[in-house]
T-cell receptor, first 115, second 115 residues
Framework: AQKITQTQPGMFVQEKEAVTLDCTYDTSDPSYGLFWYKQPSSGEMIFLIYQGSYDQQNATEGRYSLNFQKARKSANLVISASQLGDSAMYFC????????????FGKGTKLTVNP | GAGVSQTPSNKVTEKGKYVELRCDPISGHTALYWYRQSLGQGPEFLIYFQGTGAADDSGLPNDRFFAVRPEGSVSTLKIQRTERGDSAVYLC?????????????FGAGSRLTVL
């Protein structure tokens, strides 16, 4: 069973507008972490934001915020005031507590910001 | 170094040949991960090192794949008898010890093409 599901293969947004990228996850572990990474065409994975399963508040990092709905097992990324440089692939990932602490990634969403 | 360095950035080889991909993690990072990213997919976990030992190699697809980290820093991913299906970008990531918000820093990847 897929642990991370990103249902939007591609998204388009106008420059300066906000966009939400969806992510749902599946785990029975009460302790886990959720991550979003950006991958521009250069290929490097860039860390954006982290949300712990026990965090009471939604994580925010500059223009990025994570809409964490634990009961629905969703961790959507919100990008405010989109910029042309935001055009990239975006990956949601989860780490479960214990074990190798590896990240399990979704298939990603390609975001295109239009001028 | 300041970031995770991977060499070569591009490797073209013929089916059946042996390939080595190198990863130089961030100095002091004890955790090292190898991932494989096929076209249009998210990164898939291959192997995790904590120090010198392979703590989790459950993602290695078969016994043609092997990785070492003899001194707890640089790691080499080795692929024997390469097949066309091995063509992908191989990503290396490193991080400090511990779970939770431990963020992995990724290298730019080694693109392997098997002809």
């Amino acid at each position: 069973a897929q642990k991370i599901t990103q249902t939007q293969p591609g998204m388009f947004v106008q420059e300066k507008e906000a966009v939400t990228l969806d992510c749902t996850y599946d785990t029975s572990d009460p302790s886990y972490g959720l991550f979003w990474y950006k991958q521009p065409s250069s290929g490097e994975m860039i860390f954006l934001i982290y949300q712990g399963s026990y965090d009471q508040q939604n994580a925010t990092e500059g223009r990025y915020s994570l809409n964490f709905q634990k009961a629905r097992k969703s961790a959507n990324l919100v990008i405010s005031a989109s910029q042309l440089g935001d055009s990239a692939m975006y990956f949601c990932a989860m780490r479960e507590a214990g074990g190798s602490e590896k990240l399990v990634f979704g298939k990603g969403t390609k975001l295109t910001v239009n001028p | 170094g300041a970031g995770v360095s991977q060499t070569p950035s591009n490797k073209v080889t013929e089916k059946g040949k042996y390939v080595e991909l190198r990863c130089d993690p961030i100095s002091g990072h004890t955790a090292l991960y190898w991932y494989r990213q096929s076209l249009g997919q998210g990164p898939e976990f291959l192997i995790y090192f904590q120090g010198t030992g392979a703590a989790d190699d459950s993602g290695l697809p078969n016994d043609r794949f092997f990785a070492v980290r003899p001194e707890g820093s640089v790691s080499t991913l080795k692929i024997q008898r390469t097949e066309r299906g091995d063509s992908a970008v191989y990503l290396c990531a490193s991080g400090g010890y511990g779970s939770g918000a431990n963020v992995l820093t990724f290298g730019a990847g080694s693109r392997l093409t098997v002809l």
